[in-house]
């Protein structure tokens, strides 16, 4: 049996079962997370383009385009809130499939749970099947991915499972996802292609995620695809891609973000922090800063002068420089006020970053740095640093209220903060209603 129709058949069967406890909290926690980046990232250049361009081509329909006071049909809507949860890298990701499942699979059921009016455990349910699938299918490939080229199967999984879509038509929207799915090997299938640098496609994310719900669609409406696109022992390691599922809890096993800019990035600002607050070394005395990091990390683009907002979340040298002159804040959230700045370019300049082997060995199940600042003639040497928010030592949820508060103090007011916290607590208690109402009535500050 083609392994596009064994996942329609887990999808299927998962359908029926009831969550454990630990897989509940796991996707509460999940929402409130891609709920944080979602709100923070909501008036940055990329989300609003996508808003406009969404009023044209995707008129129409009644699901909220979060915190904008907008509307739109299925496809639009997870479009529009895709765009925001990832704008700032400030959402989820899972190291076995070294992409971002969250915002892809949550917007799309959270808004697919709304139009087919499920119950809260339905809608969680889904969210962990969209992991399930999404994660697997991503990890079982062969050559790195961006994210976009396999986060599709898992919104498919998650508006399967809501939508209650029969298990022939869902094969066939898990294939024609696939083959659907945005071309990005030039920025993702190995060293014989340009550094990644920074964009507002954002891995493709939002867009394959349009093209998976239309995928759903268009197989539920009859249109075939090709059963047999993950059957290729060229891309995927097959043994063992749809066995676990079900058994692998995915989602609990994914790690959150404490900064707004690319994973790789985090380990080396972590141990900078470190180092700039144990010693108390002062910025504008630092002669040079040395990176010791994986490869993983050097294949970012890595400027020390990005060319826009968003490349500077892929550069190590600059967002280096940006907390070392402003403090941790300056990454949470990132704003347009970061971006070209002359004296966080001369200290970036300063800068070197350069491979570790024994840290390269431990990527991608670790990513890890070591960070040494050379000033006024002396070097201090941070321990290997490991980025905050990993699996192994996950948030709780007063640590991601926090970072709620603190990811959104631009755009919200606190009357505002305490109310998305206040529904984000009704979901974990069991009611996502006044969750829902909360997207299409709170307005932040998209314009």
Not at 22 to 48: H, K, M, N, Q, T
Not at 173 to 190: K, R, Y
Not at 314 to 330: N, R, T
């Amino acid at each position: 049996m083609e392994i596009s129709r064994q996942l329609a058949g887990y999808v299927a069967a998962a359908g029926e079962q009831a969550l454990t406890d630990d897989l509940r909290e796991a996707a509460c926690r999940s929402v409130l997370d891609l709920v944080i980046a979602a709100a923070a990232g909501v008036a940055a250049s990329g989300p609003r383009a996508v808003r406009r361009v969404a009023r044209v081509t995707m008129a129409g329909g009644a699901l909220p385009v979060w915190f904008s006071g907008e509307t739109a049909g299925l496809a639009g809507a997870v479009w529009c809130n895709a765009s925001a949860a990832a704008a700032l890298d400030l959402d989820d990701g899972h190291r076995m499939a070294r992409g971002h499942p969250g915002a892809a699979i949550i917007p799309a059921a959270l808004a697919a749970a709304q139009e087919a009016g499920s119950t809260t455990q339905e809608l969680l349910r889904a969210i962990v099947v969209g992991y399930e699938v999404g994660v697997a299918v991503g990890a079982a490939r062969r050559f790195y991915a961006n994210t976009g080229m396999w986060s599709g199967h898992g919104v498919v999984a998650a508006l399967g499972a809501l939508r209650r879509t029969p298990p022939e038509a869902l094969a066939h929207a898990f294939a024609i996802a696939g083959m659907s799915a945005p071309n990005q090997l030039h920025a993702g299938a190995g060293p014989a292609f340009r550094a990644q640098e920074g964009s507002d496609v954002k891995e493709g994310i939002p867009w394959s995620s349009v093209t998976a719900v239309n995928a759903l669609l268009l197989a539920e409406a009859g249109h075939g695809g090709p059963l047999g696109l993950l059957d290729n022992d060229e891309h995927f390691r097959l043994e063992g891609l749809v066995a676990g599922l079900g058994r692998q809890n995915y989602i609990v096993r994914n790690y959150m973000k404490f900064h707004a800019c690319c994973r790789h990035v985090h380990a080396p600002v972590e141990a900078l922090l470190g180092l700039l607050a144990r010693h108390r070394i002062d910025p504008h005395r630092i002669e040079a800063i040395e990176v010791a990091t994986y490869g993983g990390a050097l294949r970012l683009a890595n400027r020390p002068r990005p060319q826009g907002f968003t490349d500077v979340q892929f550069s190590i040298p600059y967002c280096l420089a940006l907390v070392a002159i402003d403090g941790g804040d300056a990454l949470l959230p990132l704003t347009g006020d970061a971006v070209d700045r002359t004296d966080v370019a001369a200290l970036a300049d300063k800068v070197s970053l350069h491979l570790d082997p024994e840290l390269d060995a431990r990527f991608p199940a670790e990513t890890l740095s070591r960070v040494m600042i050379r000033s006024e003639g002396r070097g201090f040497v941070s321990p290997v640093t490991a980025p905050r928010g990993e699996a192994s030592a996950p948030p709780s949820w007063a640590d991601l209220e926090e970072k709620l508060q603190r990811a959104t103090r631009i755009v919200a007011t606190v009357a505002q903060q305490r109310r998305l916290l206040d529904a984000l607590g009704h979901l974990r208690d069991g009611n996502h209603a006044s969750l829902l109402q909360t997207f299409a009535s709170l307005t932040l500050d998209p314009a």
